[in-house]
């Protein structure tokens, strides 16, 4: 099959099978270029086959010769469709690390579901012994309840009043006004129960009652500030009401580890170009503006250069882990720089669409939008018929 890519609202909805194990090699070939950090042994990693979750997975195998178990929901090939992005960069990821003769696995599943959980347990019993590092990297949507069965989705609103701002296709390069209603209770409620910290804590108390857990372990969840252009719909809107119960979480969790002296601490991470990130209003215009004054000042990272960053400034720096008043590890402060939003401010007040591509990196975001699906690299025939 000669496979192109299949993009609508922002969305792209098919991979390429060469690019995308084409775009591990390239982390992992980052990774490998940087210094060697002594970090974990052993790490879970759930929500592993894409943008942080991955990257955080080549980081530690790469730069620390860890073994790894990932956790993730992604589908095979067709015979009319090809996987999902996150299967072939799971595979690939995985074949480069077990040919550094490391340990990498996966569970393809529900990470929500009790079963997933006893299935990592007793991976890591066969494989590992126990783990050192536990990584809660999840962008769903949906989720069940694995208790009652209930299913709950999560909503993209803001809370209190309606939110109009201005967002971006940047593929066609047109910059439209968008409105979005306030969110009612139940609509709040649920995007917590989807997104905040209560699978995380689900996760870590059965890791800790089954035993799987190494003395001194470490467990880090994966969070987002943003700047006042994303506020409104983001921080101050129903995500940022799960984002705030997940840090919460962070506090009751090292409580609980305090046993095996062990801790679990927020990320705060940068904006980056994600399957997720792609979708919510706002975010593509601010990120274009956003990359091109981190590019000029020489401070722009993708998901990799973050968490390489993560474990070698951060996390196995040596001493106390860096952290904000609110015990968080903030890997955004580059982003939020006084003079990086003073730019950012300035080139959105005057952005328009014939001046975009003055003020905006189109090629970056876009390159980065398609290389996580596999496409874009000019070193793949995409005139090529690819087996699924």
């Known amino acids: 099959m000669i496979i192109k890519p299949m993009i609508r609202n922002n969305i792209c909805v098919n991979a390429h099978p060469k690019g995308a194990r084409f775009y591990v090699n390239r982390l992992v070939d980052y990774v490998r270029s940087q210094k060697r950090i002594e970090g974990p042994a052993n ?4 929500g592993s086959s894409a943008g942080y979750g991955l990257s955080t997975r080549a980081t530690a195998a790469f730069a620390s010769g860890a073994n790894s178990l990932g956790v993730a929901f992604e589908k095979p090939a067709s015979a009319k469709r090809p996987a999902t992005p ?17 340990y990498a696995e996966s569970l393809i599943g529900d990470a929500f579901s009790h079963e997933t959980k006893q299935n990592a347990i007793a991976k890591i019993r066969e494989n590992m012994g ?68 209560e699978d995380w804590a689900l ?29 409104p719909i983001y921080r101050d809107g129903t995500i940022g009401q799960a984002k705030e119960h997940l840090e919460g979480t962070a506090g009751e969790l090292s409580s609980r580890l305090a046993t095996i002296g062990g801790s679990a601490r927020v990320s705060v991470n940068k904006a980056v170009v994600t399957r997720a990130s792609a979708v919510i209003p706002v975010v593509p215009l601010y990120m274009t503006i ?28 040596g001493g106390k882990v860096p952290v904000d008043e609110e015990g968080r590890i903030r890997l955004d402060d580059w982003e939020l720089r006084d003079a990086v939003q003073g730019q ?7 952005v328009s669409e014939e001046n975009l591509a003055e003020i905006a990196d189109l090629e970056e975001y876009r390159s980065e939008f398609l290389h996580m699906h596999g496409f874009g690299f000019d070193e793949i025939d995409y005139d090529e018929d690819v087996d699924l």
């Open 43 to 46: 790490v879970l990693v759930i």
């Open 290 to 317: 956003l990359f091109r004054v981190m590019k000029e000042k020489g401070l722009h990272e993708g998901t990799i250069e973050q968490m390489y960053r993560l474990f070698s400034e951060r996390l196995y720096a």
């Open 203 to 231: 996760w870590i108390q059965a890791l800790l009652d089954a035993g799987v857990l190494s003395e001194g372990a470490t467990t880090l969840a994966y969070s987002y500030i943003g700047s006042d252009f994303t506020r």
């Open 86 to 102: 996150g299967w072939y960069m799971t595979e690939e990821l995985e074949r480069l690390a077990r040919a550094d003769g490391l």
């Open 344 to 350: 950012v401010r300035a080139g959105w007040d005057s």
């Open 130 to 197: 126990s783990v050192d590092l536990v990584i809660y990297s999840l962008a769903s949507g949906v989720r069940v309840d694995p208790d009652t069965g209930e299913m709950f989705r999560s909503a993209l609103k803001p809370i209190g009043e309606p939110y109009t701002s201005y967002t971006l296709d940047p593929f066609k390069e047109e910059i439209r006004e968008v409105s979005v209603e306030p969110a009612t209770q139940e609509e709040i409620d649920a995007t917590v129960k989807v997104m905040g910290g």
